[in-house]
């Protein structure tokens, strides 16, 4: 089962390694980790979206609790979270395909980052299900590039963790 | 004043009296600085990972942070054993290295490891300091980290500039205070009704105890929640000589390796409370069957270890101290009927069960159990790892004293430096080795430190001339091709060796002599190496 946690760190040096090595030495495969500052330039919130079972995720979370520079983890509920990813995408475009790319531009939100007499460079922030859709529709067109943030989250509604 | 000047400056103001290290070109301006500090005592050691374990068996009487110095490169990475092994025990231990100069870290120059990462895996945590302005803080964090909580091993790597940098001010923190680190301290008090509750309501309860009653200083408040409930008490390898071994609740040791009664009392109860201690898979195989059939309480002061390995009904988290004295506080006597009185008989017969013994060797359990006998009762023994450990867990007798072994990561080689830090901060005390010829092998040379410091330690060396416990384990029929690879041929002649560090010695055979031979090893003066004939077929089921 995907999870999502959401966990504030203090903004030091070594914090990541610790993080991820804590998950690579229970054999646990990171699907995606996006690091940001917050509001305070003190604290970074790390996103992490992993495959694993509730058991796991409990222990998992006790332990980063563990490490010193972890102020805050949380698992995120699926129906509670509000989750956002930013795809860039390079996609083969001429003058005959490039209204159909426009298309599905429209039909997605997505918008035109980069443009040339062979390429589109099209940006998406949307679920991390709309994006992979949109990687899709674009597939038939030849994408050269591809790139995926990994999905950042906040908990729906005013509380906060 | 150099960042070197007050990395002394700021042991000193954690109390630091006495530090284990071996030096180096980029450790060299602190090692100066410590030159200059008469108050703090310094041990050279022979090999890094030996810093780790002094500084282990220096806390584990003291109660205070063990400290070790090394130089960055390969002094840092032959300290990593001594890390691992305290971390697995939850040591609490500050080590500093040396590093080489800050702007060429990552450059791979001579002797620079990336030490910090190397330990991640297994160190509370970690500083690579790049001012010399926060050694004073990263200092007093350490110790706090080290000690409190789960304690554990902090490292603080420091490269050269670093140590020669001036500070603009220095400025030790009275107090540590980490918006991201408050470990619990005292037990909910729900929990503690509901554990109060379960303790009446219980026909057949066992007390679990670990080496986290000792991190937390609880040895008077396990024993009087013991007395005052006639609960019988069997303990992890960790905790072993939390209670005197005749005591008339002590079941001894639980596990794999570990005394029947202990075992059947666990496998037999209707509740188990569990007090420090995280029940590896070398004490309780199947904790799942046994959940199904008990209930169970589980104290700790790490919420990660309250269902980690074992599903606990009702998990309590906070000291040890603080939790037990909560529960003595509502707890009334009550008698330990029946059910006790069954346990201590086959206690005893465990206890006095005729032991094996062969014509020109020494069976270790009968000298253990001489051993004990002779003992001051509060003495402490340093047992290594193999199968003098596991002889040692189920036949050494100890009063009052202290049973230091290496549990966690079973390192060989940990009981000789483990004694060294137990002499330096406790030189009137008595202090015993209990090793193999394998373990001996991989730590002999701390003989020297030893001698250096004119200490008194009693050796007992079991020579079977094989690593015995993996022997042990190749006789088994799961390796068909047997014994390999295990024979300590080539080894030198352990009284040869004695004699060149000036350590008096003898060497043992015959069970007739080992009474007088144990009265003249300990009541000689100075350091000793009694040499035990053991069978290479003896094994830790006899
Ligand atoms: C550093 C290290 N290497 C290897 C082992 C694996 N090991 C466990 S017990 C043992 C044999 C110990 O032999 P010895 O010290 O002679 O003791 P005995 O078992 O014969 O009492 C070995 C090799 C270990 N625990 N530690």
Redesign the pocket.
């Known amino acids: 089962m995907k999870q999502t946690i959401s966990v504030l760190v203090e903004n030091q040096a070594g914090i990541l390694n610790r993080i991820t090595g804590l998950f690579s030495r229970r054999a646990f495969n990171i699907d995606s980790l996006a690091v940001g500052v917050t509001d305070d330039p003190a604290v970074s919130r790390i996103t992490i979206i992993v495959d694993s079972g509730n058991s796991e995720m409990e222990q998992v979370e006790k332990q980063l609790n563990k490490l010193i520079e972890v102020i805050k983890v949380r698992t995120l509920e699926e129906d509670k979270l509000i989750g956002r990813e930013l795809v860039l995408v390079k996609v083969n475009a001429n003058a005959k395909t490039r209204s159909d790319i426009m298309t599905i531009c429209e039909l997605t939100g997505a918008k035109v980052a980069d443009i040339s007499p062979t390429s589109l460079t099209l940006e998406l922030s949307d679920t991390p299900d709309r994006i992979s859709t949109f990687e899709a529709m674009l597939r038939p067109y030849s994408i050269q590039e591809l790139a995926r943030t990994g999905m950042i989250a906040l908990q729906k509604g005013s509380g906060k963790i | 004043m150099t960042g070197a000047q007050a990395l002394v400056e700021s042991l000193k103001l954690a109390n630091v009296e006495h530090m284990f290290g071996y030096a180096g070109a980029t450790i060299c301006p602190a090692v100066d600085a410590l030159a200059n500090a008469p108050e703090i005592g310094y041990t050279l050691v022979r090999t890094e990972q030996n810093a780790g374990h002094m500084a282990s068996g220096y806390y584990r009487v003291t109660g205070k942070v063990g400290v070790c110095m090394v130089t960055s490169g390969p002094g840092a990475t032959n300290l990593i054993t001594g890390i691992a092994t305290a971390y697995m025990d939850s040591i609490p231990m500050v080590a500093i290295t040396g590093q080489v100069p800050s702007h060429l870290l990552g450059r791979d120059i001579f002797q620079e490891v990336d030490i910090t990462g190397a330990v991640a895996p297994f160190s509370k945590h970690s500083y690579l300091v790049k001012d010399a302005n926060d050694i004073p803080r990263v200092v007093a964090e350490a110790f706090h980290i080290a000690s409190t909580g789960r304690p554990g091993p902090v490292l603080i790597d420091l490269p050269i500039d670093i140590q020669e940098q001036e500070l603009k001010e220095f400025h030790y923190p009275e107090q540590v205070n980490l918006r991201s680190y408050k470990p619990s301290v005292r037990g909910n008090d729900l929990q503690i009704k509901r554990v109060v509750a379960a303790i009446e309501a219980a026909q057949r309860p066992v007390i679990c105890a670990g080496g986290g009653v000792f991190l937390s200083h609880a040895e008077q408040e396990l024993l009087e929640l013991a007395e005052r409930t006639h609960i019988p008490v069997v303990t992890t390898m960790m905790g072993l000589s939390l209670l005197p071994t005749e005591h008339p609740l002590n079941m001894g040791m639980l596990g794999a390796h570990g005394n029947v009664y202990a075992n059947k009392a666990v496998a037999k109860s209707d509740l188990l409370i569990m007090i420090g201690c995280r029940v590896a898979d070398r004490a309780i195989l199947s904790p799942a069957e046994l959940a199904k059939r008990t209930a169970i309480v589980h104290i700790d002061v790490d919420p990660a270890e309250i269902g980690k390995n074992m599903k606990a009904a009702i998990p309590v988290v906070g000291e040890v101290k603080a939790v037990i004295s909560q529960l003595l506080k509502r707890l009334e006597k009550r008698s330990g009927g029946e059910w006790l009185e069954k346990l201590q008989h086959f206690r005893r017969q465990e206890l006095t069960r005729p032991l094996p013994s062969r014509e020109g060797y020494i069976f270790p359990g009968t000298l253990l159990r001489a051993l004990g006998d002779k003992l001051r009762y509060n003495a402490a023994v340093c047992v ?5 450990q596991i002889w040692a867990c189920k036949h050494l007798k100890l009063g009052g004293g202290r049973f230091l072994t290496s549990g966690g990561l ?4 940990y009981s000789l430096p483990a004694a060294v830090g137990v002499k330096v901060a406790q030189p009137e005390r008595q202090t015993v080795v209990i ?5 001996f092998q ?1 730590s002999m040379n701390e003989l020297a430190a030893v001698s250096a410091a004119g200490m008194d330690i009693k050796i007992v060396l ?1 020579q ?1 001339n ?5 022997h042990q384990i190749q006789s088994t029929p799961a390796y068909p091709a047997g014994p390999f690879g295990v024979s300590l041929d080539g080894s030198p002649d352990f009284s040869v060796i004695a004699d060149a560090y000036g350590i008096q010695n003898r060497t043992l055979s015959d069970e007739a002599e080992l009474d007088e031979a144990l009265d003249e090893m300990l009541s000689s003066e100075g350091s000793y190496l009694l040499i035990c004939r053991v069978h290479p077929d003896a094994t830790t089921n006899d």
Not at chain 2, 384 to 388: C, E, L, T
């Open positions: 290594d790892v193999g199968q003098n079973g390192t060989m080689g090793c193999g010829d394998g373990s991989m079991f079977n094989i690593l015995g416990l993996v």
